[in-house]
């Protein structure tokens, strides 16, 4: 069994960055594809981006791409997640998982953290 935890998570101007991070315990996180998926008040829980075990594949939802970057460090079984020049839309709960399809598909997810909020605006 796989415990996540996320923290990094706060307030920021639009503009600015954060960097989250995803801990895994009780499993190593090697053989997982990691997903980050984010749901703002009154919407549904939506990709975001995705990282291979190996770090081989990544994938990222159009509205983050070329902000966002994903990676991994399995010797320190950890995901992060860089997000830059973020924007009030971006303001949600981020949540990490664990799977073991390639998937931006939730369900397709076993294991999730229990989520670390991001505010963005001025």
């Known amino acids: 069994q796989v415990q996540l935890g996320e923290s990094g998570g706060g307030w920021v101007q639009p503009g600015g960055s954060l960097r989250l991070t995803c801990a895994a315990s009780g499993r190593t996180l090697s053989s997982y594809t990691i997903g980050w998926f984010r749901q703002a008040p009154g919407k549904d829980r939506e990709f975001v981006a995705f990282s291979r075990w190996d770090a081989g594949t990544t994938r990222y939802a159009d509205s983050v791409k070329g902000r966002f970057t994903i990676s991994r460090d399995n010797a320190k079984n950890t995901v992060y997640l860089q997000m830059n020049s973020l924007k009030p839309e971006d303001t949600a709960v981020y949540y990490c998982?664990?799977?073991?399809?390639?998937?931006?598909?939730?369900?397709?997810?076993?294991?999730w953290g229990q989520g670390t909020q991001v505010t963005v605006s001025s």
């Open positions: 998982a664990a799977g073991l399809l390639l998937s931006s598909n939730s369900g397709h997810y076993r294991h």
